[in-house]
C-alpha cells in the first residue's frame, strides 16, 4: 500500500511540473493589413504573424521563440514569407534580445536554404535589438538594432552593420484611444549602406508617424485594434496600416 501511495504522489508531482511548463509555452496570432518594420514596407499585402513562445520565468520576462509571417495574398507579384528565431528579455522598462531574421520573400536563388547560415551567401541575418523607456511619468522609448552578422553586406561581401535607433513617445495613454507618435534614423557602422534607407546615403530619416489604439468591442470581447500612419522620406515611401492581435 505505501509503495501504491507513493507511486501515486510521484506521478501527480510529474503531472503538476509538467503542468507548469505546459503553462510557460504560449502562441499568438496577429492580423494587419500590412507589414511594416522600423520604417520598411516589408508586405503591402495584408499578413499573418504567428508567434509561438516558451518562458522561463513566472514573469514571461526571458522568453525563446520563433515569430512567422505570411503574406495572405500576393502583392506586385511576391508572396510574403517570413520565419524568425528569438531570444529575448523583456520588461515594461528594458529589453534586450538576439533575432535571427530570414524573409525569403525576395531572395535570389533557392528561396528554401533556410539551413545556410554560411556569412557570406546566408540569407539570415542576426540583429542586436534593444529598448529603454524613460520612466512611468515620461514615456519616451529608446529602440536600438544592429545587424552584425548574415544578410547585411555591401556589394564586395562585407558586413553592413546597419543600424536603427527609434524614439517612441506616447502622448495619450488610458484613454478611450491611446496616441503615440514615433521618428527613426538609420547608419551603418561598416562598410556600405544601410538597408533601411534608399540606399544613397550614410545617414538617413527613415521612420516617422503616429500609431492610435483602442479596444473595439466584438461579440462581448474588447479586442485590440491599432492604426499607425507611417512614412520613410528615405525611400519616398508612406502607408497606413491597421492591425490586431486575435489572441
Do not use: C
Request: charged share 20%.
Amino acid at each position: 500500500m505505501k509503495k501504491f501511495l507513493l507511486l501515486l504522489a510521484s506521478i501527480s508531482f510529474l503531472n503538476f511540473s509538467y503542468s507548469q511548463e505546459i503553462d510557460k509555452l504560449d502562441f499568438n496570432l496577429n492580423l494587419e493589413t500590412s507589414h511594416i518594420w522600423n520604417g520598411i514596407i516589408v508586405s503591402k499585402a495584408p499578413a499573418a504573424g504567428i508567434d509561438i513562445n516558451y518562458a522561463f520565468d513566472k514573469k514571461n520576462n526571458l522568453k525563446l521563440g520563433v515569430w512567422g509571417g505570411v503574406g495572405l495574398s500576393d502583392a506586385n507579384g511576391k508572396h510574403y514569407q517570413e520565419v524568425d528565431y528569438y531570444f529575448k528579455y523583456n520588461t515594461a522598462r528594458w529589453g534586450l534580445g538576439i533575432w535571427d531574421v530570414f524573409n525569403n520573400t525576395d531572395l535570389t536563388g533557392k528561396a528554401d536554404e533556410i539551413f545556410n547560415y554560411d556569412n557570406k551567401t546566408t540569407g539570415h541575418r542576426l540583429d542586436l535589438r534593444g529598448y529603454y523607456v524613460l520612466s512611468e511619468n515620461f514615456p519616451l522609448k529608446l529602440d536600438v538594432v544592429t545587424s552584425f552578422y548574415g544578410n547585411d553586406r555591401n556589394a564586395k561581401g562585407d558586413q553592413t552593420f546597419s543600424t536603427y535607433t527609434g524614439l517612441t513617445y506616447s502622448v495619450l495613454r488610458d484613454k478611450k484611444v491611446d496616441l503615440d507618435v514615433f521618428f527613426g534614423t538609420a547608419f551603418n557602422l561598416g562598410k556600405g549602406y544601410n538597408f533601411y534607407g534608399d540606399g544613397t546615403k550614410d545617414f538617413d530619416v527613415v521612420n516617422f508617424g503616429l500609431t492610435v489604439s483602442k479596444d473595439v468591442p466584438v461579440l462581448g470581447y474588447k479586442l485590440p485594434v491599432s492604426a499607425t500612419a507611417m512614412w520613410n522620406p528615405s525611400r519616398k515611401e508612406g502607408i497606413i496600416h491597421l492591425s490586431t492581435q486575435l489572441f
